[in-house]
């Protein structure tokens, strides 16, 4: 089983998201996820995935692994915003990288 721990990040970004559809779709994914079924899922580079959610304009997010069952939710963003959130991701996946070290 995975574990999932959410960033403030993401928190901040899902709970002011309006469409509420795409938060319940959101949520089940993560849930499927934890689980081990991560759906449309690719690697975007520096050790983070991107997991798209095809529901509305299309949701993303963002997400590295810390361990071997341990995700880390880094951000979450629409598919306009995609290139502005990857790079987000990969500066917060640096960042908690050095912290671990």
């Known amino acids: 089983m995975n574990t999932f721990v959410r960033s403030s990040d993401f928190d ?5 998201l309006a469409d509420q559809k795409a938060k319940a779709r959101i949520l ?24 798209r959610i095809h529901v509305g304009g299309g949701y993303r997010v963002y997400y590295t692994r810390t361990g071997s069952t341990v995700y880390v939710l880094l951000i979450g963003g629409g598919k306009a915003s995609q290139a502005k959130d990857i790079q ?6 640096r960042e908690l990288k050095r912290a671990k070290q």
């Open 88 to 93: 987000k991701a990969k500066t917060m996946a």
């Open 28 to 51: 089940a994914r993560l849930r499927s996820a934890t689980f081990g079924n991560f759906g449309d899922c690719e690697p975007v580079g520096e050790g983070v995935s991107e997991m």
């Open 12 to 16: 901040a970004w899902l709970s002011n």
